[in-house]
Structures are given as C-alpha cells and as structure tokens.
C-alpha cells in the first residue's frame, strides 16, 4: 500500500504568478570547501497559497532540510562541522548522483550534528518525521544497549529522548522499556529509501508506524538488555530534535560520531496524522505463480498484495484453459476464499483435475486495501495460468509390451513416473490368454509385490507356464504417489502382452569319473533343447549319455540334441579297459600272468596259482596288508590297471587263524644228529623224534599248540569228540616244504585218549588217518609230510535206560528213573543249545529222545529227523528241572518242562501257534539250517556268508545244510531270498 504524505507548500509570491520559497537560506557554495551555515528565521508576512493537491489536512510543516538544493526551512536550524572547519575531521559535504549530504567523520572534541528546533510541543500528540535516506551498513548492536553503539538517525534533545534508531540491522523507535521496536532493514542497504517514521505521545508501541518507500512495516520487538536506558518515551517540550547523529548515554552532544546514512531530504510534520492512503493493492506474487508446471490437484491457491487487504464484492474464477465453460466460480464472500494480511487463499470445493491448464480471473472488486482501494483484478487467460500434475504414468515395464520368449521365472517390473505405495483391496491380475484356468489376483500390497521409490516388482509365487500368453490388467488406483494420485490402471488385454519361452529345464551330467563337461544345461529358451557334450575319460571308451549310470536307455551321443520334459540327470556310460597283472608270489607259478578286462565283455576270471605244499588263499591287492580282491576262479571287474597279489598259506597251517595257534617248538635241522623234542600241548605230553638225515641242513622244524579244535571239526565233520590239535610244519630255507626222508616219530600220552581214539593227518582239506589208539592215554604216529594232526575219540554211545525194552538206543526218556542207579559213570559231554531253537521261530519238529540221570541232575539228550537224517544234539540245561522250547511240523511252539524231585520225573508240555509263514535260519554241530514254511513251490535262495544255497521249488518245511567252512565260532551274516525278494536276515554266530 503506498502512502503519500500531504502538506503544505509555502511559497512567497515576488511577483504574480510566480510564487517563491519562504524561510529560505542560500548556502555558500564554494567549490573544496567546507559548507557551513546558520539558519535564521524569515518573518514574513504574505499570503500563503496552498498546493493544488493538497487536503484539508491539519499537519503542518514544521523543518525540512533539501540536501539537493541545500536549502533548510523551519526555526533555528544550527549546523557543527568541526572545530577546525576541515573536511578530514568531519561534517558535511556536497554529493553527487542524486544531489545530497554526506555526513562523516568524527573528532574527538565533539560531533557533527545538524539540529533544529520545531517550537513548543504543547498540545502536540503526534509528529510525522519524514527522509529520504541510503544505510551505509545493519547498525550495530555491539554491547546490546540503547544509545550504545546504534546509529542514531532522529532524537528529540531531552533527557529522556524519543529516538529513531538504525540499530542491529533494525530501524524502529527505542520503547518505553527501552526495546528496540521496529522491523529488519538490513535488505534495504546500499539504495535511496523514503521512510516515514508516524511518532505519538501515547505510551503504546503499537501506535507508531514507520513507511518504506510508502508500504507500511510490521513492527516487533527487539530486546535490549541495559535497564539503566529505560525512559518514557514522550517529546521534548520545546522542539528541539538532533537528526543524524550519535549519541553515547543520554547526552546529544556526546562526542561519539557514528552515522550511518546518506541524506537526500528531511521533514518533520508538526500535528495530527497527514498519512492518507489513495494507492491500490497490487498482486506481488501468487502460488502456484504464472506459467507453473506440475501443481498438485488438491493444492490450495494463494495470492500475495502489496499491502493488506480485505475481501470486497463480485467472484473469482478458476477456468479450465480448454474448456472455460467449465469454470469453478467462487463468490469472494464465500468460505472458499479467505484472507489473512494481506494474502488471499482459494480453497477449491474439488481437486483440480490433473494434467490440465488452467487460468485465474479475478473481479475488479473483488479485493480491497483497509482504507477501500480497490485491486484492479485480473480478466485475461494470461497473467495467472498454470497446469495440474499428471497423474502417475507406466513408464516403462519389463518385459515390455509384446516382449517374446520371456522365461517362466522372469519377475514383472513396472516403472512409474515417480514414486509410489501400494493401495490395500486393489488387485493386479497376471491374464494366461492361452488358458482360462490359469489367472493370477494378486492385491497390490500382497508380498509378491515389493516396491522401490517408482518401481513396482511382481514375484509370482508360481512361475509362468511356458509357451503361453500373458497380459498384465491393473485395477485403477492400485498404487498412488505421495500426494495420493493414483495410478489410471490397465484395463485390457493388449497395453501390455507378452508371451513365454519354452519350459527351461535343468540337465545335470554325472560323468561318472570322466571330465571336461559342465556339471549342468539349460534347455535353450527358443527349442528347449540342449547339445550333449563330449565327455573324457582314461582307459575308456564313452558310450553315449544314458537314462542310469549303468544299462538304462541311451539319450544320445556327444554333439546330439537333447530335449527333456523335466529336470532330469544324464549319465555317461563308458567301456571301461584294464589290465590285470598276476604276481603269485614265491616258488609260485600262474597262467596267465595278465589278463586284459573290457568292461563290456564282463569281469574276468581270477586264476589259480600253484605252489607245492601250500593251500592258496586268494588274490590280494597289495603283497602285504591290502585288501583281498577273491580266491582262485572267482569274477572280477577292476576299476583301473593294477597288480593283483597272490597269498598263501603253508597247507599244514591252513585254515588255523594266527590267533588260534601257539608256537610250542622250534628245532633247526643239524646234518646227521637226531633230534627228540619233548614238550606239553594242554593236557598232553608230547614227544617228537627227528631222525638224522630225514631233513637237509637248514630246515626249521615247528611245533604249534592248536587252541581249538575248528579246523579238525571242519575238515572232519563226522568226528565230534577231539582231544587235542598239534601241528608239525616244516620249511626249508627256500621256503619250500620237503618231504622227510626217513619218518618222523610222535609220541602222544594224554589221559583222554580213549582206546580206539583215531589220529588224522590234515594237510589243507584233505586228512589221512595214520593211527588208531590202542589203549587208554597214548598212541604213538610216524609220518613224512607236516601235518595238523588231530586226536578224535570214538564217538560215547548212551546206555539204555532201566526197563527200555528196545535196542540201539530208544529214544524215549524213562518213567520212574533211580537216583540210587546211575546209567552211566561218565558225565555226557555239554552241547551248546542250537541257535533255530530260539522262541518263536517255527522248525521241524524236534522230538525227545531220551533224558539221562546223571546223580541226582537231569541231562537232556535231544534228536531231530530232517529229511530222513537224524541229527542229535544236547542240551545245554542240566538239573532238577530243564524247559526247552520244541517248534513243531504245524505252526506253533511246544514248551517241555521236565521236572525231577523225590525221585520222580514229571514232565509238562504247551502249545502256542504261530504264522504259517516262516524263514528262519541257524546253526548247530558246524552246520548251518535254512529253514522255509508256507512258501511252497517258491525258489529259495540264500546267501551264507560269501556261500549261496539256491532250492528252485520249496517242497513243505525245507531245511538245507550248509557246511561253514572256517566260520566256526564267527559272526555270520545269512540273506534269505524267496523268489529273489529278499526276506529276511539274520545274524548269528556259528557253533
């Protein structure tokens, strides 16, 4: 809002028509010299003419200093420049561009002042105080004190001045409380400003104004700290008034010069307020401001005046550019216009649409200053136009619009032209155009979709089918930016299609040892094939891929084409090529010494070695310690060339483990002396003469302690009571085995030699009998060959018990046995229970044969008929009452329990039945049972240990035995097959 200041002009009329200046004083003008002047008043009494424009305004003018003419009216005007008039010591001088006076400089005697006064203020409650100055600088507020440091550009001289300051960057009037009361100028430094400073008598800050350059300030506070400045604020009694000095305390001739300002006029109005308002507001900004971009549809409209206004009459318009007959009018009296100061806010009834131009039309009176004047509006599509933001767009997506050959497993990525979030219950939908069944609702906030700033991805949790066609459909309003414009959506099936590549499938290559290929493939997007490579390999030959790392289908050759249906795994088949070599060790010979192994004609057969007077006992791979590969005649396919060991033992020692055999002997061959070794092996004196001249030089004679007898049980499976084992093996220094010369003579002499005990030569699996016991407690042999020689007693047959009527040994136990009436002085050697006899696995039935009185203890002799062969074993229970458990020929389970006690034996038995169908394997005296029920006309098939037992047609309970040859009191594992199914194993420990 611009001021203008109405007052009086005075002129003399020297002549009519021709008015002149009164109360004036011509200034010596003398060039580089200092000015300096009194001011004296004119009394002259004349007509005074007012100007044309001026109003019946009550102010007068009371001072006015012109520094462009040099000219001072009003009363008593005094000027100090300076006690030695010099123009470095200061005061004022003559400027340039615009004329005006330059104060500057101090002296340390007193200040440069130019001071007035303006009569007595007697009834004189307000003075306007009017200048056209340029800040030289902010001011300064150093020391936060009135009259401190501040440049003083206006005082009344009093006590207790009534001040205008520059001060701090401010320019305002000290307060009653000695504030600095004004507005921020420090933007006004360096130009001419009017300022206008309207001062009252009234104690209230908010009375006074200042103007710049016509536009009324905002005034505040600035707070000063010194109490000791705190006046009232009044003016001085008689007028007198300093302008642009500085004051130090109270005193305003103090000799601090601090000024500020250049000065171009100044005016001091004695009166009432003159200030009359006639300038309109004018439109000094607006937002959006002309020709804006991207405004937010929901933005409120903002209009800023020159100075402050009021609402007036008539309406404002927001026209749509293309379709102004869609206009928004709003009647400024309406709540949708409101003002504050003086700035004016639209607020539309609705959002403004988006990415449209629009332009503003404002009444002519439709907006007014305080004082009436009126804004001249705005009527054209010009000065105030702008366009709305456009709503969040797809820029971009992946894959694009009509993309081919996307893979299944692709993600959807959609790019906006900025930032968005996802609205909850708007869906997305993933269309297969090429199957109805196959669509995808998937909400926009569901976790398949993640969002980053502008980018939208979609993860569908199941991947794309291949070959098929896709459109992407986006519900309107799935997702919005920041200033919640949302997103137009996709509603059909062409702005963005796509289509699918063929499945991708994973090919996994196992080479099987081979190399130089990679561990997978991917099916080709295009075809969905992959091109088999081309495996290496040593000692082979590749075959081809296949379905299985052995036999299966072949897919295809190195550089074929492969198309799977699935993730699947190929496998290279190769025709592996070794060679065998044989070393057969020491005075051992074997044919053929090499053998050449191809994979596809199968695994060779490992040959027998020959050494004189040594069982082979089979190919190993190293010449010690190794691994064994299989005995004599055995298959064998190698996985690399190697060398194959032969291992042998010396056939006396033959199927005696190390562990079972103590060194008890050793004489070494002395030619012609005879040598008589005696010595004791368990229970058995022995004595062993070695003739003179029966071995050559060298040869060692040993003398083994055999602590069982497993070997001689095996190879002599008919013979079951054994005193002792003793082996006598010889060798020669070329580790050979020579047969003696002359006989070597063994004298045995142990108590448990039966008469009729028969004394076996045993030399790897074959025996020779070479005596046959005499009498009781000794038997003497001779023999040429190392031998195991084992001692077996003659078979002990059971006396018939009392009243049996029945020779050759009946079977059935005795009624009414006699303690008193032992049938036998000899206690029957103990036989462990077999194995098959454990509860609840069904055999053939095992009937009693005969219970022997031993004192007064039970003994249970017990026999089975299998096949029609009659095994007989013990039981290993003894006592005053034995339970055994019987299997029976139909299913089930008998339980004997013999009882004897007062002399009378009683006996109970019980049945339980059983399944039908059984397999059961076991082992008793040496032998291993098979057992089968309820699989008739089956093939049985059994693997022991490394033996197989193969029956073609199971025929009713099938028993068949199997001699475990050098298992004897091992672990063995038996797997029982029926019809090549394996149905059963069993582990068990042989006896």
């Known amino acids: 809002m611009t001021k203008r200041v109405l007052w009086p002009q005075v002129w003399l009329a020297r002549k009519p028509g021709t008015p002149r200046l009164l109360n004036s004083a011509r200034l010596r003008d003398e060039p580089g010299k200092q000015l300096g002047f009194v001011l004296t008043s004119l009394l002259v009494s004349t007509t005074l003419v007012l100007s044309p424009t001026a109003a019946q305004a009550t102010a007068t003018l009371a001072a006015h200093y012109e520094a462009s003419s040099y000219t001072a009216e009003g009363t008593s005007w005094t000027a100090t420049v300076g006690s030695n008039g010099t123009t470095a010591l200061g005061g004022m001088l003559k ?306 619009d009509n993309a081919t050959s996307v893979e299944g497993n692709t993600n959807i990525v959609l790019t906006f032209s900025r930032s968005v979030t996802a609205v909850a219950s708007k869906n997305l939908t993933i269309v297969n155009t090429s199957d109805s069944l196959d669509q995808r609702v998937i909400e926009a906030t569901d976790p398949q979709v993640t969002i980053s700033g502008a980018v939208v991805t979609i993860n569908p949790s199941l991947d794309l089918k291949g070959e098929s066609n896709y459109a992407l459909l986006i519900e309107a309003g799935s997702f919005r930016d920041a200033n919640s414009m949302p997103v137009s959506g996709i509603s059909d099936l062409t702005t963005l299609n796509f289509s699918t590549a063929k499945t991708r499938f994973t090919v996994t290559l196992d080479a099987s040892g081979g190399a130089g290929v990679p561990a997978t493939l991917i099916t080709n997007l295009s075809d969905g094939f992959v091109q088999l490579p081309s495996p290496t390999k040593a000692n082979a030959t590749f075959l081809g891929w296949y379905t299985a790392l052995t036999a299966g289908s072949k897919i295809g050759d190195a550089g074929d084409s492969f198309s799977p249906e699935a993730n699947t795994t190929i496998f290279a088949q190769w025709d592996l090529a070794y060679t065998v070599t044989f070393s057969p060790g020491t005075n051992a010979t074997v044919s053929p010494t090499s053998v050449a192994y191809l994979q596809s004609t199968g695994a060779i057969t490992l040959p027998t070695p020959i050494r004189a007077d040594y069982v082979f006992e089979g190919w190993y791979s190293a010449d010690s310690g190794g691994g064994k590969i299989g005995d004599a005649a055995a298959s064998y396919s190698p996985s690399l060339d190697l060398t194959l060991f032969g291992r042998w033992s010396q056939a006396s020692l033959a199927g005696i483990p190390q562990a079972d055999r103590t060194l008890v002997n050793t004489a070494v061959i002395v030619n012609g002396v005879e040598s008589i070794n005696i010595f004791t092996i368990g229970s058995s004196s022995v004595s062993l003469t070695i003739p003179s001249g029966a071995f050559a030089q060298g040869v060692e004679v040993k003398i083994y302690s055999i602590a069982n007898n497993n070997r001689a049980q095996t190879v002599l499976p008919n013979e079951t009571d054994f005193v002792n084992s003793i082996v006598v093996a010889w060798l020669a220094p070329d580790t050979t085995v020579p047969v003696a010369n002359s006989p070597l003579s063994l004298v045995i002499n142990d108590p448990n030699i039966k008469a009729g005990a028969k004394v076996f030569s045993i030399i790897g699996d074959q025996s020779t009998l070479l005596a046959t016991a005499t009498q009781n407690g000794t038997v003497t042999i001779q023999f040429t060959t190392d031998p195991l020689i084992a001692i077996a007693n003659p078979l002990a047959t059971p006396p018939t018990p009392p009243g049996s009527g029945s020779a050759g040994g009946d079977t059935t136990p005795p009624s009414n046995p006699s303690p008193e009436s032992p049938p036998a002085a000899q206690t029957p050697d103990p036989v462990q229970t077999p194995a098959l006899l454990n509860k609840g696995e069904p055999i053939e039935v095992l009937s009693m044969s005969e219970v022997v009185l031993v004192g007064a203890r039970l003994e249970l002799i017990t026999s089975a008929t299998i096949n029609g062969q009659e095994l007989k074993f013990r039981s290993s229970e003894s006592g005053t009452q034995i339970t055994i458990l019987l299997p029976m020929l139909a299913a089930g389970e008998a339980t004997l329990v013999l009882n004897f006690s007062g002399g009378k034996l009683s006996q109970k038995l019980q049945v339980a039945q059983a399944n039908l169908s059984k397999v059961n394997a076991g082992s008793f005296n040496q032998v291993v049972a098979i057992y089968a029920r309820g699989y008739e006309g089956q093939r049985l098939s059994a693997k022991v240990g490394n033996d197989w037992v193969v029956e073609s047609s199971i025929k009713g309970g099938f028993i068949r035995i199997t001699d475990p040859v050098n298992r004897i009191g091992k672990p063995l594992n038996i797997r029982i097959y029926i019809d090549r199914k394996l149905v059963r194993t069993i582990d068990l420990v042989t006896n």
């Open 95 to 400: 400027g340039t561009g615009p004329e005006h006076v330059i104060f500057t400089g101090k002296e340390s005697a007193n200040s440069d002042v130019l001071a007035g006064s303006i009569g007595s203020m007697a009834g004189v409650s307000e003075v306007t105080v009017e200048m056209k100055i340029r800040l030289k600088d902010s001011g300064n507020d150093s020391g936060n004190e009135q009259n401190g440091s501040g440049s003083m550009l206006f005082a009344w001289e009093t006590g207790t001045p009534y001040n205008v300051y520059h001060f701090g960057g401010w320019v305002g009037f000290n307060t009653v409380n000695s504030e600095l009361y004004g507005f921020d100028a420090s933007t006004l430094q360096g130009s001419f400003h009017k300022f206008e400073f309207l001062m009252t008598k009234s104690d209230v800050p908010s009375t006074q104004k200042i103007y710049v350059d016509g536009v009324e300030q905002t005034l505040s506070f600035k707070p000063l700290l010194t109490a000791a400045h705190r006046t009232t604020r009044d003016f001085e009694p008689q007028g007198n008034f300093v302008f642009m000095d500085a004051l130090r305390g109270n005193n305003p001739t103090s000799n601090t010069w601090n000024a500020m300002a250049d000065v171009e006029y100044f005016k001091i109005f004695k009166g009432p307020s003159s200030i009359v308002d006639s300038v309109a507001p004018t439109l000094t900004s607006s937002n959006p401001a002309d020709g804006a971009t991207s405004v937010l549809t929901a933005a409120n409209i903002t209009l800023n005046f020159s100075e402050p206004i009021v609402k007036g009459t008539g309406s404002i318009s927001i026209v749509p550019t293309g379709t102004p007959g869609s206009a928004t009018v709003l009647e400024v009296a309406s709540g949708s216009v409101g003002v504050s100061g003086s700035t004016l806010t639209i607020n539309p009834p609705d959002d403004l649409l988006p990415n449209t131009a629009y332009h503003l039309l404002v009444g002519s009176s439709a907006v007014k200053d305080t004082t009436g004047n009126a804004f001249t509006g705005i009527s054209n599509a010009t000065t105030l136009n702008f366009t709305t933001i456009q709503n969040p767009v797809l820029s971009s997506s992946s894959p694009s």
